[in-house]
């Protein structure tokens, strides 16, 4: 999405309330910086495999003392 609400391809407008945004603020003469969040689900995958991979680890270092 590009940073006026609309698709890059077909230029419809996908977000209406951004759209807005973007031209009271090309009426003012201003520009809007791009908006770039992190979805939250990336966030909780991330969480997970640093959880997991953590546990991993733990197992892993835990098998190589009984080995000894």
């Not at 945004?21 to 979805?39: D, H, N, W, Y």
């Not at 997991?52 to 197992?59: H, I, K, M, P, S």
């Amino acid at each position: 999405m590009e940073s006026d609400g609309t698709c890059p391809f077909c230029k419809q407008i996908v977000d209406y309330s951004r759209n807005r945004r973007f031209e009271a603020a090309a009426a003012k003469g201003e520009e809007l910086e791009p908006e770039v969040s992190v979805p939250w689900h990336l966030k909780l995958l991330l969480g997970a495999a640093v959880v997991y991979l953590g546990w991993r680890a733990v197992q892993g270092i835990e098998w190589i003392a009984d080995l000894f």
